[in-house]
């Protein structure tokens, strides 16, 4: 039964948020904080058109969204933490680029790149200036098994690094529901990488633990969402938080979700009866444990 007067005062978090200097950027920020947000994670979005392509390029493109977070922190007084990494879809395109025009070099050159991303997060993450490596994954879309196979030893590669690190990653992989859940747990045993460190973003709302198989799901709350999030939430004991994958690209406005989305749903989450000690989880306890504590 949905209880009206039920409200939500405590903090906001949106786990998965883009910027961009030629969308709405600031004023984006602004429809977050205006209807209750609180914190943003800014997950670092590439020129998909054209993606860096040496260690130096990488750090420059992450260091814009590092300042892009300092001007939304004192712009609107929000919490802001960062994610950077090469996104999955930017690399496997470039690869298959780079392998048909240079076979067995392409491949050299592609993997090399990759790890000259994640190895310039890496040194942001280490400075302090981000909190995650991310998102990180594997194609969504149907690939050679070329491709395939080697998104998936970069991906595993990554994990180990993570491991070794202490960091968590935020990943983008594809739709399914338990065959992922199993492949990334078994990736994750592997690498030595405890499973709530791996952040699965645009999760689907069915969270029951013995789906997630311990990994933090990082919840799409599109249309037709809550209903499966409040039927499964008391099956996980991982832990979950909200997401918008907002885009800010002015070809799509409003895409993924919009800016407002999550602030609205959690309001949503409170009145449909979820605890508030849950929802205080989704938004503190569960990404101070992965992040560390917020910026002011």
């Known amino acids: 039964m949905v209880d009206a007067h039920r409200l939500w005062k405590g903090p906001i978090l949106d786990n998965h948020f883009h910027l961009n200097r030629k969308g709405r950027f600031l004023d984006a920020a602004k429809d977050f904080k205006n209807v209750g947000g609180t914190h943003l994670v800014l997950v670092h979005c590439p020129d998909f058109a054209s993606p860096p392509t040496s260690l130096k390029e990488h750090r420059e493109t992450y260091a814009d969204t590092i300042a892009m977070a300092e001007e939304v922190r004192v712009e609107h007084n929000?919490?802001?933490?960062?994610?950077?990494?090469?996104?999955?879809?930017?690399?496997?395109?470039?690869?298959?680029?780079?392998m048909e025009e240079d076979g067995e070099k392409g491949i050299e050159k592609a993997c090399e790149n990759y790890r000259d991303s994640i190895d310039a997060a890496l040194e942001f993450v280490k400075e302090g200036q981000a909190h995650a490596i991310g998102e990180v994954g594997r194609p969504h879309w149907e690939v050679s098994d070329e491709?395939?196979?080697?998104?998936?030893?970069?991906?595993?590669e990554t994990m180990a690094l993570a491991a070794k690190e202490g960091i968590p990653l935020q990943l983008h992989v594809e739709g399914e529901l338990e065959s992922t859940y199993r492949?990334?747990?078994?990736?994750?045993?592997?690498?030595?990488?405890?499973?709530?460190?791996?952040?699965?973003?645009?999760?689907?709302p069915q969270i029951d633990e013995s789906i997630t198989r311990g990994l933090t799901s990082s919840v799409l709350v599109g249309k037709g969402a809550l209903e499966p999030l409040l039927a499964s939430y008391e099956q996980n004991q991982t832990g979950f938080m909200l997401e918008t994958d907002y885009m800010d690209d002015p070809r799509r406005p409003g895409a993924v979700l919009g800016?407002?989305?999550?602030?609205?749903?959690?309001?949503?989450?409170?009145?449909?009866?979820?605890?508030?000690?849950?929802?205080?989880?989704c938004h503190v306890d569960i990404p101070n444990a992965l992040y560390g504590e917020a910026e002011e």
């Open 78 to 98: 929000l919490h802001v933490r960062v994610v950077l990494g090469p996104h999955p879809a930017a690399f496997a395109h470039q690869f298959i680029k780079w």
């Open 147 to 156: 491709v395939w196979d080697l998104s998936n030893q970069l991906l595993e």
């Open 183 to 204: 492949d990334l747990s078994e990736m994750a045993a592997r690498a030595n990488l405890p499973t709530h460190r791996l952040i699965r973003h645009y999760s689907p």
């Open 259 to 281: 800016p407002k989305t999550v602030p609205k749903r959690t309001q949503q989450l409170i009145e449909a009866g979820m605890d508030e000690e849950m929802l205080w989880k």
